[in-house]
């Protein structure tokens, strides 16, 4: 087992990794930026340093200073957590440089599996299903008019590095086509200095159903079910649900062994996911995420295995935790990101000091948070404040829970998207199970309603709460008591 793990990466999912680095008696490294000198992981870990400026490339992307804080603290491993460098290859080969282990896969496997043409083709070979389009990019406006008119419309055109939805662009019609691979070009070559474009086959109302893979250096290779992300806005998850709504045991076995195919044909090792489009009873490949996903928890509610416990453990050289065989599906999670965002104002980012906190508790409920009372959000990066997870035996009874939890939680001082998700839940549509990646879409004027509803509500709530928050000197006073037990608590250890 390692001594020392560096979680290059901040916020909620700092911690997640912190916390299993604990249980594990295994000492964290925390690094952080300008702008996160007040947070929460840095004082939770057993070493921090600074790493520089508020911006990402001075800090979380910068592979460098991250390398260069490994040695120094004597780290013999990093996690990347998701986002920032989690499915970047260098950091993975400046790692195998430095003779640090990367929590995570091979960076050739990173590298082939993070380009979408790439990854395809790998697919292909591999048997599993993949949407009809081009293998390559195309070189030609003529040539991508010729693709579409063979595929059929709809299409869409989509970047082939990158990912997050980022420049995509769907298609009806041939005048469309033009401006829409020219947009995507542009987008593509700015965001990710890489203007390669292809294009696919449309599905009008696909679900997004997902595999949560495991793998060791061993050989072994398992599944730990499914995952439906259908909920989403501009291509990024809003809510997950563990299983999904319309899996069966056939379906499973069928997505779950088109996962494993994936995973085994290109040498995969430690956590990642298979993504799938589900329509009329067919399913495709749509990427592979060579990390551990935002929406982790809700997989480790239903299997009972802690995945980021089962990341280290298999880096540092054991086998996966169970078979195949073993492993069970017990009852229902649903998990909702509540992001510092205005929901009525498409989602806008909304950064400030958060004046008055509460969490839900109680049976069945989990939050991941790196936030507290009196802490103020940046503007540098995610908007995510935290994950609140429900579990039940049944889904019905899960989105009772869920609506519960939501009704405690109390977030004041900065918008956020709490009033959309309670409105998600009481919705007929979403409670049938009903979905699909256009939901949000189909449904914006019904979820608008019921979301000024909810915060007229919540209004009203948050004005008789506001006296049962501390005043701000005694939570500076508490803040500082706390920060210094942490340090002495780091100081013992040391």
């Not at 001594?3 to 999912?13: S, W």
């Not at 599993?128 to 008119?149: L, M, N, W």
């Amino acid at each position: 087992m390692f001594d020392k793990i560096l979680v290059a990466n901040r916020g909620e999912i700092a911690i997640r990794v912190m916390r299993a680095c604990r249980e594990l008696e295994v000492d964290s490294v925390a690094i952080y930026s300008d702008a996160d000198k007040t947070s929460l992981f840095a004082k939770y870990a057993d070493e921090s340093y600074h790493i520089g400026e508020s911006t990402p490339s001075e800090s979380y992307l910068n592979i460098e200073k991250i390398i260069d804080i490994a040695e120094k603290s004597k780290a013999d491993a990093i996690h990347p957590g998701y986002g920032f460098l989690a499915e970047n290859s260098n950091l993975g080969k400046e790692c195998e440089k430095h003779g640090i282990k990367l929590i995570g896969p091979k960076g050739s496997v990173i590298e082939a599996m993070g380009d979408k043409i790439t990854s395809k083709k790998l697919m292909r070979a591999a048997n599993v299903p993949v949407i009809p389009g081009t293998d390559k990019g195309i070189s030609s406006i003529d040539q991508g008019i010729k693709i579409a008119e063979s595929i059929g419309y709809p299409v869409i055109v989509k970047a082939s590095a990158g990912g997050g939805g980022i420049g995509m662009r769907t298609v009806y019609e041939e005048d469309e086509l033009v401006r829409a691979i020219e947009s995507t070009q542009s987008v593509a070559s700015s965001a990710f200095g890489d203007s390669t474009v292809y294009i696919e086959k449309y599905l009008e109302e696909p679900r997004h159903i997902e595999f949560q893979i495991m793998a060791d250096e061993q050989g072994n290779t398992i599944h730990l079910a499914d995952r439906e992300c259908s909920i989403q806005r501009r291509h990024q998850k809003l809510i997950e649900e563990a299983p999904s709504p319309i899996m069966t045991e056939d379906l499973r076995e069928r997505m779950g062994s088109a996962a494993i195919k994936a995973a085994t044909h290109i040498d995969y090792t430690n956590a990642g996911t298979v993504e799938f489009l589900y329509s009329n009873g067919d399913f495709y490949f749509l990427e592979m995420n060579t990390r551990i996903q935002v929406e982790h928890p809700i997989t480790e509610i239903i299997t009972n295995v802690d995945l980021v416990k089962e990341q280290i453990k298999i880096a540092a050289g054991n086998e996966i935790c169970c078979s195949q065989e073993e492993v069970e599906v017990n009852g229902h999670a649903i998990e909702c990101r509540i992001n510092a965002e205005d929901p009525l104002s498409d989602f806008a980012p909304n950064p400030g000091k958060i004046t008055g906190y509460r969490s839900p508790g109680g049976i069945g409920v989990r939050v991941d948070s790196g936030v507290y009372m009196n802490y103020t959000i940046p503007s540098f990066y995610d908007s995510m404040i935290s994950k609140l997870i429900v579990w039940s035996p049944s889904r019905n009874d899960a989105i009772n829970r869920m609506k519960r939890a939501l009704r405690e939680y109390v977030i004041l001082g900065v918008k956020t998207t709490i009033p959309f998700h309670k409105a998600i839940m009481n919705h007929e549509a979403f409670q049938q199970g009903r979905l699909n990646t256009h939901f949000v879409d189909e449904h914006h004027k019904g979820i608008q309603d019921n979301m000024e509803k909810v915060i007229a509500q919540d209004k009203e709530m948050e004005n008789r709460l506001k006296s049962t928050f501390l005043p701000g000197k005694k939570v500076a006073a508490i803040s500082a008591a706390v920060g210094s037990y942490m340090k002495s608590v780091q100081t013992s250890k040391k």
